[in-house]
């Protein structure tokens, strides 16, 4: 699986998703009314990359072997 992901106009990642991505297959995680994942991926963001309030994240799925749904998005700040 391949992808882009871009958050308020940055590059975060382009390419292949393999070693960001965890398989979970079957498995409920954040919010109860969404499907149950199939698997999860995380990625580092620069603290300079967000905005106080709102941020545009936007994801573009560029090889998959199959569709691919997004149900949830989540961005955690770590501890300096």
Do not use: F
């Amino acid at each position: 699986m391949a992808l882009t992901i871009r958050l308020n106009g940055h590059p975060l990642h382009e390419g292949s998703a393999a070693k960001n991505i965890i398989v979970t297959t079957g498995k409920r995680h954040g919010i109860a009314s969404c499907p149950a994942t199939e698997a999860y991926a995380q990625w580092l963001v620069p603290r300079e990359h967000l905005k106080h309030g709102w941020n545009d994240l936007t994801v573009t799925l560029t090889a998959s072997p199959k569709p691919l749904q997004i149900v949830e998005t989540e961005i955690t700040l770590a501890q300096p």
